[in-house]
T-cell receptor, first 115, second 116 residues
Framework: DQQVKQNSPSLSVQEGRISILNCDYTNSMFDYFLWYKKYPAEGPTFLIS?????DKNEDGRFTVFLNKSAKHLSLHIVPSQPGDSAVYFCAASARGGTSYGKLTFGQGTILTVHP | GAGVSQSPRYKVTKRGQDVALRCDPISGHVSLYWYRQALGQGPEFLTY????????KSGLPNDRFSAERPEGSISTLTIQRTEQRDSAMYRC??????????????FGQGTRLTVV
């Protein structure tokens, strides 16, 4: 039962263009969403998050969009840079009750940005 | 150290042996999380602590898995009578605030466990 899904295993983008990574979820209790980036041989690092009370959050080149009715979120990177090449994980949390600290992750999308 | 430290980085063990994986969180971080990651998948939640209290252990696969954080700092994840299906990357993370599924969660480099 995959509650958070990233249906694209990989994405290839030209430097300077926009990268769009997608994520779908099924659990209506999720109310907080995060994106993590992971380089080889390192642990995931936090990138950006969004609460369910918002539909957009922007941080520099990174913007996350949330569509609650569609249970869909996306990460936009503009402009993409070769250093953005990494695995990107979508994660979700239901911040009520004892599950407050639990993150549910998607499978990840490998982003490659070509010079 | 500056980040979350996990040891050992790599562990190869024979089926049936017990293993203990250690996590040293960032100093002062209240919450500590354990995840397991199979190849090509995202991290899968195992358990988490606030201080020394285990808040949620719903992700532990069976009773061969246990975790402790007796003094609210270093944590140990123990797998008894290991099986080949336990082979995975085991990741620890810590955060300053309680729970939060949190923006402040910092991950360690992980322990790669291989059961042969």
């Amino acid at each position: 039962d995959q509650q958070v899904k990233q249906n694209s295993p990989s994405l290839s983008v030209q430097e300077g263009r926009i990268s769009i990574l997608n994520c779908d979820y099924t659990n209506s209790m999720f109310d907080y969403f995060l994106w993590y980036k992971k380089y080889p041989a390192e642990g995931p690092t936090f990138l950006i998050s969004i609460s369910s009370i918002k539909d957009k959050n922007e941080d520099g080149r990174f913007t996350v969009f949330l569509n609650k009715s569609a249970k869909h979120l996306s990460l936009h990177i503009v402009p993409s840079q070769p250093g953005d090449s990494a695995v990107y994980f979508c994660a979700a949390s239901a911040r009520g009750g004892t599950s407050y600290g639990k993150l549910t992750f998607g499978q990840g999308t490998i982003l490659t940005v070509h010079p | 150290g500056a980040g979350v430290s996990q040891s050992p980085r790599y562990k190869v063990t024979k089926r049936g042996q017990d293993v203990a994986l250690r996590c040293d969180p960032i100093s002062g971080h209240v919450s500590l999380y354990w995840y397991r990651q199979a190849l090509g998948q995202g991290p899968e939640f195992l358990t988490y602590f606030n201080y020394e209290a285990q808040q949620d252990k719903s992700g532990l696969p069976n009773d061969r898995f246990s975790a402790e954080r007796p003094e609210g700092s270093i944590s140990t994840l123990t797998i008894q009578r290991t099986e080949q299906r336990d082979s995975a990357m085991y990741r620890c993370a810590s955060s300053l605030s309680q729970g939060a599924g949190s923006t402040e969660a910092f991950f360690g480099q992980g322990t790669r466990l291989t059961v042969v």
